[in-house]
């Protein structure tokens, strides 16, 4: 058995190493099973516009049910996908499911859009041609106009490989799909670099939201942010709002949307579709207004 061979061939490290190189085999190899297995689901997050409450879009998110481990959140796994290049046929799955969702809650009168997280290696080269290659293909199969799709990118994607980068996040605007980046502000960017990318929105990363209230540096960073954004007419959207009080924070501050646990966390398609219908009557989130003066 593989899992055994792993064992003997690692035996000469010291006990530690071995069974750190032992779990990152066995993962390697679940992986690989998860992917032919299809072990894979997608939760969506509502994204809210904060002048109204409403629910504008969801931003997919990948779970996985392993057989042996249990659920997996996308933090244990992406990166190993992306470093033995299984986030291709991952990423790939994710714009399908994500689409066909889409397409249902399209059929139902739901009209939303749908961020989808895009990897750095899913934007290289050959593989960011068959990206686009393949988010084409799908929004014609489920004939969704490609405004309705958001793909979200990180900071460090942009340092890394920028002339590829670019080349892919043009051909992926030019499609008509807007893109976003995502946890902004735990990169080494500047929002003047960020202006020669085709960027739509910056989603403000959750450590900030969360110390906002705590933190008046923060609270400063955040307001600088979203001025720089507001001059280069991006959207802002604030990640990870848990309480009242963030969210009328981030509201007084300028984001235009915002994400988190306080409107609704990550749920499943025919939850999200529930929610939706019943937002007409259900209480919104707080439509306080507070003054940020600073
Ligand atoms: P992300 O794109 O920044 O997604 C937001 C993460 O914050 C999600 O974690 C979400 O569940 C969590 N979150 C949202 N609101 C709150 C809140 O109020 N409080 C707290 N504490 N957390 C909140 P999740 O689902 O575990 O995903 C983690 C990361 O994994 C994502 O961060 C994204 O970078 C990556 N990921 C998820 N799905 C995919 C995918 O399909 N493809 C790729 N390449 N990466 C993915
Ligand atoms: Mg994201
Ligand atoms: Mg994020
Ligand atoms: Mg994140």
């Avoid at 593989?127 to 084409?136: A, D, I, M, T």
């Avoid at 500047?190 to 969360?210: E, G, H, Q, T, W």
Wanted: contains cysteine; aromatic residues 8%; proline residues 3%.
């Amino acid at each position: 058995q593989a899992k055994q061979e792993g064992r003997n061939r690692f035996k000469c490290f010291t006990p530690a190493m071995d069974t750190v190189m032992r779990e990152r085999i066995e993962l390697e190899e679940r992986l690989r099973k998860a992917v032919v297995r299809n072990e894979f689901f997608l939760h969506y997050q509502p994204i809210v516009d904060m002048s109204n409450s409403k629910v504008t879009g969801v931003e997919a998110l990948i779970r996985w049910q392993d057989p042996t481990h249990g659920l997996m959140a996308p933090d244990r796994f992406i990166q190993v996908a992306e470093e033995i290049g299984l986030i291709i046929p991952i990423g790939n799955w994710v714009i399908e499911q994500a689409l066909k969702d889409l397409a249902e809650w399209r059929n139902a009168g739901i009209d939303i859009k749908m961020s989808i997280n895009m990897s750095g290696r899913q934007c290289q080269q050959k593989q960011g041609r068959k990206f686009v290659e393949h988010l084409s293909n799908q929004l014609g199969y489920y004939q969704i106009p490609a405004q309705s799709v958001n793909i979200e990118i990180t900071e460090s994607m942009l340092m890394q490989d920028t002339d590829e980068c670019m080349n892919t996040l043009n051909c992926i605007r030019g499609m008509g799909c807007e893109v976003y980046i995502d946890d902004f502000g735990t990169g080494y960017s500047s929002l003047s670099y960020l202006k020669n990318f085709p960027i739509s929105a910056i989603k403000i990363d959750r450590s900030f939201v969360d110390s906002a209230l705590k933190s008046q540096s923060d609270a400063n960073l955040i307001k600088a942010i979203v001025m720089m954004g507001q001059s280069l007419k991006m959207d802002l959207v604030a990640e990870g709002i848990e309480t009242e009080a963030q969210w009328l924070l981030m509201k007084a501050m300028g984001c235009n949307y915002g994400q988190g646990y306080y409107m609704s966390k990550p749920i499943c398609a025919t939850e999200l579709k529930a929610f939706i219908q019943s937002q007409t009557s259900q209480q919104p989130p707080s439509n306080k207004t507070v003054k940020y003066t600073h």
